[in-house]
């Protein structure tokens, strides 16, 4: 399975930007499919985007037009850019890697990263 590490979160206010990384380990990085998800105190994680190996991104509906998942293969690396931060994105926020291609179900993610806080204060 594939190592991730998430960095980027913080303290952020409402309607400022932060960049979400995640590294992964191995060579086969290049062939999956990379998602974010987050998790919010008291609630169920919940999928924010995702990317395939041939770049097909998918975004929720509650992000879109506001985060914007990419990757770069030659660094091994997912990235979420996300902008207009607003108090309700206040989650820990994870990175996960599927072999399935286009998924946004977290059961089909079976490589997760420890993840990264994110706080936008009003």
């Known amino acids: 399975q594939v190592q991730l590490v998430e960095s980027g979160g913080g303290l952020v206010q409402a309607g400022g930007s932060l960049r979400l990384s995640c590294a992964a380990s191995?060579?086969?990085?290049?062939?999956?499919?990379m998602g974010w998800f987050r998790q919010a105190p008291g609630k169920e994680r919940e999928f924010v985007a995702t990317?395939?190996?041939?770049?097909?991104?998918t975004h929720a509906d509650s992000v879109k037009g506001r985060f914007t998942i990419s990757r770069d293969n030659a660094k091994n690396t997912v990235y979420l850019q996300m902008n207009s931060l607003k108090p309700e994105d206040t989650a820990i926020y994870y990175c996960?890697?599927?072999?399935?291609?286009?998924?946004?179900?977290?059961?089909?993610?079976?490589?997760w990263g420890q993840g990264t806080q994110v706080t936008v204060s009003s």
């Open positions: 990317i395939t190996w041939t770049s097909i991104k």
């Open positions: 996960a890697a599927s072999r399935t291609s286009y998924t946004m179900a977290l059961g089909n993610y079976p490589s």
């Open positions: 191995g060579r086969t990085f290049s062939t999956y499919t």
